[in-house]
């Protein structure tokens, strides 16, 4: 056999080869365009939070708003998968998003909630939920967090979440509210803290009458400390509804002013 037809061999191979890989890559492409979503696979993250305020029912709604169709009627190449993420998160309730397909072309979605920590009532009557990190979370009838109710002396916020001036003015209620939180006594116990015009702090129990006075946000674990102690102390022995205050206010001091009884 000479080198002509050797070489003309090699070519053809060749050839036949290059035109294999065509024929493939244009399969694929045929098949990927026709390929939709299987099925859904939702995920709500909670997180430490002991109310899902989210449903999976929820994230549908959002699915049909975005594309107008079911999502499982669409080509996996016009998923669209980054618009759809920033549009997820653009729900209130919404605080991280990981989209994705699998191997199977299911679409996963895992959802982050953002977890209100206080329920903020305005001087200008407006009311919303706060999250820790400054984030606004409307009031809705579709759910509600068993948060403390912060009133008083409240200035509105104006966007989506706390600008930098509202951060400052914010940080001691949310300091607050975050340290009630983290401790299953206070957790129970306060119903809702109240700001006077001087910035000082006033809780209101769940059960009993009294107001605890805080002052201001300052060494706030310390004074819920004493505010325990005070209670294992004196509440299981002289029963609720003894006292009309309990002062925090103090370093080192529980100062309890009790109810005048009538003669």
């Known amino acids: 056999m000479n080198k002509r037809v050797k070489g003309l061999i090699v070519i053809t191979v060749n050839l036949v080869v290059l035109i294999c890989i065509g024929a493939l890559w244009l399969n694929s492409i045929k098949?990927?365009?026709?390929?939709?979503?299987?099925?859904?696979?939702?995920?709500?993250?909670a997180g430490e939070a002991k109310e899902q305020l989210l449903e999976k029912k929820d994230v549908i709604v959002w699915?049909?708003?975005?594309?107008?169709?079911?999502?499982?009627?669409?080509?996996?190449?016009?998923?669209?998968?980054?618009?759809?993420?920033?549009f997820i998160l653009?729900?209130?309730l919404v605080k991280k998003v990981d989209l994705y397909l699998d191997g199977k072309n299911n679409l996963h979605a895992d959802i982050?909630?953002?977890?209100?920590l206080l329920r903020i009532m305005d001087v200008?009557?407006?009311?919303?939920?706060?999250?820790?990190?400054?984030?606004?979370?409307?009031?809705?009838?579709?759910?509600?967090?068993?948060?403390p109710v912060a009133t008083g002396q409240l200035t509105s916020?104006?966007?989506?979440?706390?600008?930098?001036?509202?951060?400052?003015?914010y940080s001691s209620l949310i300091n607050i509210a975050k340290a009630i939180r983290s401790d299953s006594f206070t957790r129970a116990l306060v119903e809702q803290i109240d700001i006077d015009e001087n910035g000082?702090?006033?809780?209101?129990?769940?059960?009993?009458?009294?107001?605890?006075?805080?002052?201001?946000?300052?060494m706030?674990?310390?004074?819920?400390?004493?505010?325990?102690?005070?209670?294992?102390?004196?509440?299981?022995?002289q029963g609720w509804n003894v006292y009309q205050q309990v002062n925090l206010k103090f370093k080192g001091q529980v100062i309890g002013k009790k109810i005048q009884q009538e003669s």
Do not use: C, W
């Open 220 to 237: 706030i674990e310390d004074k819920l400390d004493r505010l325990k102690l005070f209670y294992r102390e004196n509440m299981g022995r």
């Open 157 to 169: 916020v104006s966007g989506t979440k706390l600008n930098a001036k509202e951060k400052i003015y």
């Open 112 to 116: 982050y909630q953002r977890n209100p």
């Open 31 to 45: 098949l990927q365009r026709i390929q939709r979503a299987e099925t859904i696979q939702i995920r709500i993250m």
């Open 124 to 147: 200008s009557g407006e009311q919303y939920y706060l999250d820790e990190e400054g984030y606004k979370i409307p009031v809705s009838s579709k759910y509600s967090s068993r948060v």
């Open 90 to 92: 653009s729900q209130a």
């Open 200 to 218: 000082e702090f006033t809780m209101i129990p769940k059960v009993g009458n009294e107001k605890i006075f805080l002052g201001s946000g300052e």
């Open 63 to 86: 699915l049909n708003e975005f594309y107008k169709k079911d999502v499982r009627k669409i080509p996996v190449y016009a998923l669209d998968l980054k618009h759809l993420e920033e």
